[in-house]
């Protein structure tokens, strides 16, 4: 049954990641400001999981997720919104954009295609770069960083770095 919800009804999957990131980040507010979230034509184009949750993976994980209900227990505490910024938001970043480099992207492209975007309707700068990456070996997440949620604060990073 869990599966079957979570297949079935694509805004609510975001509910079970705001269980633990709304109060514990800043996250879910800033994607909720986000355009995958908040747009002109009123639809929730990416949820949570669609940006990190590979598509093979999501029925496997509503299945787990059913049957441990207490790792909300067991995950909450340690992140709270006062040391997420400087203690933790840096290397959870660089954690995911290591991830979507490895991967060249991947989950953006499950809604993107290059090979389908209308250059002709893009800005001069936007048709030329996605011309041109591929040749370049460059990735989304070259470009679009911070695409869902802030960046970390330089002086976070480098603190974290110490
Ligand atoms: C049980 C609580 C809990 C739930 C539910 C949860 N998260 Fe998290 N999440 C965490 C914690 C705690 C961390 C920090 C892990 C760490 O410090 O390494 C985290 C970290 C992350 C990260 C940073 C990268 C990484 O791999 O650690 C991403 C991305 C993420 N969560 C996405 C999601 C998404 C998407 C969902 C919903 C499908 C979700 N989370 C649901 C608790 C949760
Ligand atoms: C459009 C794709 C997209 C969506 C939707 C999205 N994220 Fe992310 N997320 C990213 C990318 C890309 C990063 C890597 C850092 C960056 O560029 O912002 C990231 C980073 C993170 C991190 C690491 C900490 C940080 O500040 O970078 C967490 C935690 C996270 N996401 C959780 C979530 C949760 C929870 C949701 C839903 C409330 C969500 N994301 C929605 C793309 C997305
Ligand atoms: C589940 C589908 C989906 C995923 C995954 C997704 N996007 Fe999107 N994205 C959309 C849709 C739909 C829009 C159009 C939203 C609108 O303009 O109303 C959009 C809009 C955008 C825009 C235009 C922003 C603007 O201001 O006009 C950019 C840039 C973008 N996405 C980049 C990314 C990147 C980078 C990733 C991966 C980190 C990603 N998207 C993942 C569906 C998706
Ligand atoms: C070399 C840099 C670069 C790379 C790599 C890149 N983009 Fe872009 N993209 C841009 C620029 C610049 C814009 C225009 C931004 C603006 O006008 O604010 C743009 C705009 C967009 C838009 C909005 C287009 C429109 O006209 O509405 C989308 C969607 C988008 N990018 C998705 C992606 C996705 C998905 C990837 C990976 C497959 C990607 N981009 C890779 C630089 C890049």
């Known amino acids: 049954m869990a ?5 079935m009804d694509y805004t609510n999957r975001n509910q079970f ?11 879910v507010e ?13 639809v929730v ?3 949570c999981s669609d940006c990190h949750v590979p598509r ?10 059913g049957a441990t ?24 970043a660089q954690k995911v954009t290591d991830e979507y480099k490895t991967n060249d992207s991947k989950q953006c492209r499950y809604c993107h295609d290059v ?8 800005s001069r700068n936007a048709s030329r770069r996605h011309q041109t990456m591929a040749e370049r070996g460059q990735t989304c997440i070259d470009c679009h960083a911070g695409i869902a949620h ?13």
């Open 3 to 7: 599966a079957f919800h979570w297949t």
């Open 17 to 27: 990641c705001y269980g633990c990131h709304i109060g514990m980040d800043t996250i």
């Open 30 to 42: 800033e994607y909720q400001a986000s355009i995958h979230f908040k747009n002109t034509k009123g």
């Open 45 to 47: 184009a990416a949820t």
């Open 56 to 65: 093979e993976f999501v029925p496997k994980m509503a299945l787990k997720i």
């Open 69 to 92: 209900g207490d790792i909300f227990h067991m995950m909450r505490g340690t992140i709270t919104l006062e040391n997420f910024e400087t203690e933790h938001r840096p290397r959870l």
């Open 115 to 122: 090979n389908k975007m209308d250059f002709e309707n893009q």
């Open 150 to 162: 802030a960046l970390p604060k330089p002086a976070a990073t480098e603190a974290a770095a110490e």
